[in-house]
């Protein structure tokens, strides 16, 4: 049990909606990182935020966007979504302070996205 | 971002240690390696991290060379319940996460 929740655990869309994922950091955390994996693959790092800002972007469209509150819980957002946007979407929490050093993250289970 | 290396998959029977090694050449002065263990369907797992030397925590230990540019996780008697992807990582704390394919572990009863 990481502390890291992500709502819903499914979701069905079509072609061209837009969907909103929700994710709430384990307690004490200052930054969440979310992340695309297709079957098959590895996870695939999409952004991260730390305090409110993005802080690191990965090789996806603009369409993909995210939100960072101040309580450190997070949303991803996905517009105009495509048949490649079927995927297990993963939220990931760490600790960004002075002492922290290698990167330690803890995941959510997951929201699975089908889009039709 | 150091890019990593390991087997695509690898079998054990169950009470064998496992031993997963990843290769990371290009390892940075800075960086730390970590390995996360991911079930079907579920978020990648912690398992361990370490910069040099040996690590060991209750569920596995960590050999990493003087050079740095490998290391080698090892599970002592594994169970049916080990068999899961493992990924390798490297970078420091300020890295985005980069997964490759892992290694597909297949624990035999």
């Known amino acids: 049990e990481t502390g890291v929740t992500q709502s819903p655990t499914h979701l069905i869309k079509t072609r061209g909606q837009q969907v909103t994922l929700r994710c709430s950091s384990q307690?004490?955390?200052?930054?969440v990182s979310w992340y695309q994996q297709a079957l098959g693959q590895g996870p695939q790092f999409i952004f991260q935020?730390?305090?409110?800002?993005?802080?690191g972007r990965g090789n996806f469209p603009p369409r993909f966007s995210g939100l960072q509150f101040p309580n450190y819980s997070s949303e991803l957002n996905v517009n105009a979504l495509e048949l490649d946007d079927s995927a297990l979407y993963l939220c990931?929490?760490?600790?960004?302070?002075?002492?922290?050093?290698?990167?330690?993250?803890?995941f959510g289970a997951g929201t699975r996205l089908s889009v039709l | 971002l150091a890019k990593t290396t390991q087997p695509i998959s690898m079998d054990s029977y169950e009470g064998q240690e496992v031993n997963i090694t990843c290769s990371h050449n290009?390892?940075?002065?800075?960086?730390?390696i970590t390995w996360y263990q991911q079930f079907p369907s579920q978020g990648p797992r912690f398992i361990i991290q370490?910069?040099?030397t040996k690590v060991t925590n209750e569920v596995a230990s960590l050999f990493i060379p003087a050079d740095r540019k490998s290391s080698t996780l090892s599970l002592p008697r594994v169970s049916l319940s080990d068999t899961a992807v493992y990924y390798c990582?490297?970078?420091?704390?300020?890295?985005?996460?980069?997964f490759g394919k892992g290694t597909r572990l297949s624990v035999i009863a």
């Open positions: 990931a929490s760490s600790l960004r302070d002075r002492i922290s050093q290698g990167n330690i993250q803890y």
């Open positions: 307690s004490g955390h200052n930054t």
């Open positions: 935020y730390y305090r409110e800002e993005e802080n």
């Open positions: 290009n390892i940075a002065t800075n960086d730390y």
């Open positions: 370490g910069y040099k």
């Open positions: 990582l490297v970078g420091d704390r300020s890295t985005p996460l980069v």
